[in-house]
Nanobody, 115 residues
Framework: QVQLVESGGGLVQPGGSLRLSCATSGNRGNFQAMGWYRQAPGKERELVACIFNGNSTNYADSVKGRFTIPRDNAKNTVYLQMNSLKPEDTAVYYC?????????WGRGTQVTVSS
């Protein structure tokens, strides 16, 4: 059974940085795509960033130039490097992985940006 476990969330001041990790287990072969979504209170879940086989990436406009999504294919692990964090980045961040027609989700990690 495929499992995704996020880590690295926490409380950070505006302008600070955090690095989220998404460790996977139980999968056979690489995922076709991996990504990060977030959901703030009272809002819908939204795409933050994703990376595909071949390393093409896609970012939400709100995070372009501040976030990157490195991926370690050998470990089937994806990261979210978040720099210049803003209070509006506060949300629960979820990892997603796609393998063929299956989509897997982690349970999320809280990121709070506040002074």
């Amino acid at each position: 059974q495929v499992q995704l476990v996020e880590s690295g969330g926490g409380l950070v001041q505006p302008g600070g940085s955090l690095r989220l990790s998404c460790a996977t287990s139980g999968n056979r072969g690489n995922f076709q795509a991996m990504g990060w979504y977030r959901q703030a209170p009272g809002k819908e879940r939204e795409l933050v960033a994703c990376i595909f086989n071949g390393n093409s990436t896609n970012y939400a406009d709100s995070v372009k130039g501040r976030f990157t999504i490195p991926r370690d294919n050998a470990k089937n692990t994806v990261y979210l490097q978040m720099n210049s964090l803003k209070p509006e980045d506060t949300a629960v961040y979820y990892c997603e992985a796609v393998q063929w027609i299956s989509v897997f989700w982690g349970r999320g990690t809280q990121v709070t940006v506040s002074s």
